[in-house]
Structures are given as C-alpha cells and as structure tokens.
C-alpha cells in the first residue's frame, strides 16, 4: 500500500528561541537534497513539520531511506489521503489497518481535527472509525493507555490525512547549525562513527587522514575515500585532506623507538591537523577515541596527546563500548568499508609494549631534542592534498572493493 504523502517532524530542540527559523531553513534545505530526485515534490511548511507529496506514486517506497539522512528530522509517517466523507475516512482507515506488516492485538484511533466546519467533533469521529475498525478485524482490541499501533486521523480544510507508522528519525540539528569541525578520519571503525555523530549534532565538517606511501598502499587510501563519500551522504560533500605523513612518521621513529613512540606520533598528527583547521577556520577536531580500548586512549594517553593542541577535542565516542560503535558503523553503512584489509599508517612501528601511562614532560623533552619535527610538520601541511567528495560522484577502485557491490 503507497503512501500519498509524508508527514515529517523537526526535534523539538529546533522549535524553540530565536534559531527557529535558521534551522527550519537548513532542514528543509536538506530535506529537499535528499529527494532531489523527486523534481515534482510539493512541500507544505506548518510549525514543526513538513508534509512532502513526491508526485510519482510509484518511488514513494525509496523515500524512508533518503529520508533518514536529514539530520534534524525527528520522525516521519507515510500518510493517506480520504475524501471529507465520514465513509471514506472508515474505509482508509481499515485499509490501513488491514496492510499492516504484522497484525495488531490493540489498537486506538486519536483524531484531530483542524477543520471546524467538519460536522462530528474528534470524540465522535474516534467512536465511528474505531467502531468501523474493529467490525472489519476481529480479535482487534481498543487500548487507549498502550496500544500497539495508534491510527490518527487528521482532518484538515480541504482534505483528511490518516497514518499508523510513527517512524525515528535520524534527530539531532541540521547540517551546519552548530559550527565546523575538522575529523581525524582513519581507515577503522571508529573515526567515522565519531564524525556521523558530528554531524548529527549540526557540525559541518571537513576529514583529514594521514598516509604513509609506501608503507601504505593507494587502496589504504581509496578505502578512506569512499569513507568520506559514505559520510557525504549525510551532507552532500565532505572536503578531505590528506596529508604525507611518511617523512614525519619515519623520521621520529629513526630518532626514538621506545614505549613513547605511539604518543609521539599521534602528537604530531594533532599538531598537523590543528594547523590545517585553523588554516580553513575550523573550530575544533573531532576524533574516534574511547577510552580504555588500546594504548593511545587511556586517560593518561588522552591527557598527553590532547595536549599538543588548544582547540576543542570532541570525542563522541568517548564511553562507547567497542560493540555499540560495531552497531553505528553497521547502521550508517561505514562498518563493511572499515573492516576491509586494507591498514593505515596508525599501524606502522607500534613497539612491543606501547606506554599506557605517558608522562608528559618526559614527551615533550624527546620532541624538544627533535629539531627535524617543526619544519616536517610545516612541510606535511604545505603538501596536503584536498579533494572534495561529492555523494554520489565519487566510485571506489571496483576491483578492490568489488565485494561491496
């Protein structure tokens, strides 16, 4: 059964004080993005939520996948027209009871109605299409407390609309309402979790990932750009720079090999990754660390890598559990990407006993006694390379990643 339309709802955080009418504007503005394919949609704009009639009944089923890219929308129902006839609207009403994937044991009927001209008021509007209901499904059951499908009934002035699916959202703020960020992307799971959940949260954001040539290989490389284009999805494109980590990686382990390495690797990463965001007026990075899951991210390991920086560190990620990132990354379509063979320099030179307990102090003196380490850093941004990757516009090498199609 094909909807009429949609009824879609903005997060109540979107409602209230003075951003209203911004984030109204950024999500509908990716509302109409994600159903660009639809060029005859209609969009009717009411306080705190849209009701979309795509024009071609037959695409209405590929809609709800589209839909659950738009940050900011808390949820959406496929919807059904009736005429403003007493009959009509009992007839869709167990039209749309009856197509339910899987039969209910209770039930209960809310009616609104907008229309004051309509002659049965909402308490006897409920009485007459619930009692039509229950007629045409025996076993059904009213619940007015907790039932298991609620069916509205919205009477409006020119027509009524009714619906039984009440379906989340992917909620949050729209695209680029709170700011932009700077994601430290890497080719695991994590990284791309934290960014989704950056932009959930209305971050715009950029990705930076560092590459090690040729101790890592161009699929390395690929498979985070298809990372990027995953994300894309969420908000069209997503500018990513890549940095040639080689000479800086090689050059700190020729000086040092000891328990501190890890640490003063991913310092220098942090030092990089700052000085590209304040080159494009980046507010913060944001990075997949949780905490306790490897040496790097304990909470000493988190105090003296975040130190390198004074922007903001966001870790979204920060108290998840490995299995509940796992959930995220299979959620948002990242998780078979990450998994592919294909490792990052964060794996090169790791010592046998990386420390899990860094004293700061004692970092920054090997790094004072590193010369070489201000110019590499200053060589490795001026050598950046940015791309932009535009969701759709983008194809992985097909014979690396032809599994995934």
């Not at 299995?323 to 794996?347: K, V």
Request: neutral net charge.
């Amino acid at each position: 059964m094909r909807p009429d339309c949609y009824i879609l709802r903005f997060g109540e955080m979107m409602l209230k004080g003075k951003n209203r009418k911004r984030f109204e504007d950024s999500v509908m503005k990716q509302i109409r993005k994600v159903l660009s394919g639809w060029p005859d949609a209609r969009y009717i704009l009411e306080f705190g939520r849209v009701y979309v009639e795509l024009g071609d009944q037959t695409a209405y089923e590929g809609a709800p996948a589209h839909l659950q890219r738009v940050f900011g929308l808390a949820s959406y129902s496929p919807a059904y027209h009736a005429s403003m006839d007493v009959e009509a609207i009992q007839a869709k009403a167990l039209q749309i009871m009856q197509a339910l994937p899987t039969k209910p044991a209770t039930f209960k009927v809310t009616v609104r109605r907008v229309n004051k001209a309509f002659p049965l008021d909402s308490q006897q509007m409920n009485y007459h299409v619930g009692g039509y209901v229950l007629e045409g499904m025996p076993g059904l059951n009213v619940d007015v407390r907790n039932p298991e499908v609620e069916l509205r009934v919205e009477i409006r002035e020119d027509r009524v609309l009714l619906y039984a699916e009440v379906i989340p959202g992917a909620g949050g703020f729209p695209a680029g309402t709170n700011g932009r960020a700077l994601l430290m992307l890497s080719g695991g799971i994590d990284s791309p979790v934290a960014g989704w959940m950056a932009l959930r949260k209305g971050l715009a954001i950029e990705a930076i990932h560092f590459h090690s040539y040729p101790y890592t290989s161009e699929r390395a490389k690929e498979k985070v750009m298809e990372l990027a284009h995953q994300l894309a999805g969420y908000t069209n494109q997503i500018k990513l720079h890549l940095v040639p980590f080689t000479e800086v990686q090689t050059s700190i382990h020729g000086a040092y090999k000891d328990n501190l390495l890890v640490t003063l690797i991913r310092r220098a990463m942090y030092r990089i990754a700052e000085k590209i965001a304040e080159r494009e007026g980046l507010g913060a990075l944001v990075t997949g660390e949780s905490l306790g899951q490897v040496a790097s991210q304990t909470l000493p390991s988190l105090q003296a890598i975040g130190r390198a920086v004074t922007l903001p560190l966001l870790q979204p990620l920060i108290m998840m559990d490995k299995q509940s990132i796992i959930e995220h990354a299979e959620a948002i379509g990242t998780f078979p990407i990450s998994i592919l063979p294909y490792e990052d320099c964060c794996s090169l030179f790791l010592p046998p006993s990386p420390s899990t307990n860094p004293n700061l102090r004692v970092v920054e003196r090997i790094e004072d006694a590193m010369t070489f380490l201000p110019e590499l850093l200053d060589k490795a941004v001026q050598e950046t390379e940015t791309i932009t990757i535009v969701h759709g516009k983008w194809k992985p090498n097909e014979e690396s990643h032809a599994h995934l199609f």
